[in-house]
């Protein structure tokens, strides 16, 4: 009886115990490691938000506001060119055809125009849009043209720029100025 018994025993291990074991159980266990090191991943980023909100929340208020300033959410098109046309005066540039894009190249619509692009731009943390431009004046407006335009606070590069050559000494400039700001 006892040899019949552990017989048996063999049987069902063979036979149920380690089918089962090898072909659910095991596979579950992977997973269950893979779940447990997913909520250690998910308590580390709840412990390094909540030191992020506590450090955010440490920032006084003028200077957020400060840097909301100098990065904006979005781009006010019409400030914008507002903007660029007093600096132009100043400098005694004439700024003409202006002409706004997103940087991916995609042409906005006239609602977009009129009021502000919408931040569409996956996982990027700041986005930004091209601005092309006309300039026309003397060699020593536009240096202090573009001395205004780098001592700005608004977030901008030059990125391409043409020039028209003259015998008056009054030059055109085609220019391209990428603006940023912050999602």
Request: aromatic residues 8%.
């Amino acid at each position: 009886m006892p040899i019949v018994l552990i017989l048996i025993a063999i049987g069902l291990f063979v036979g149920y115990i380690n089918p089962v074991y090898t072909t659910k159980i095991v596979p579950l266990q992977s997973d269950i490691k893979q779940y447990d090191s997913t909520l250690a991943a998910a308590a580390d980023f709840n412990t390094k938000e909540a030191q992020l909100a506590t450090e955010r929340n440490a920032i006084p208020a003028d200077a957020i506001h400060r840097l909301e300033t100098y990065l904006p959410d979005g781009v006010d098109n019409v400030q914008l060119i507002l903007d660029l046309n007093a600096l132009a005066a100043k400098s005694g540039v004439q700024l003409s055809n202006f002409n706004i894009r997103s940087s991916t190249n995609a042409s906005p619509s006239i609602a977009d125009i009129n009021n502000q692009l919408p931040l569409q731009s996956g996982n990027k943390q700041r986005d930004s849009l091209d601005l092309t431009v006309k300039a026309t004046g003397s060699y020593a407006a536009f240096r202090t043209f573009l001395t205004g335009l780098e001592m700005s606070l608004r977030p901008m590069d030059l990125v391409q720029m043409s020039l028209t050559d003259s015998q008056t000494g009054v030059y055109t400039y085609d220019m391209t100025l990428r603006i940023y700001w912050l999602h």
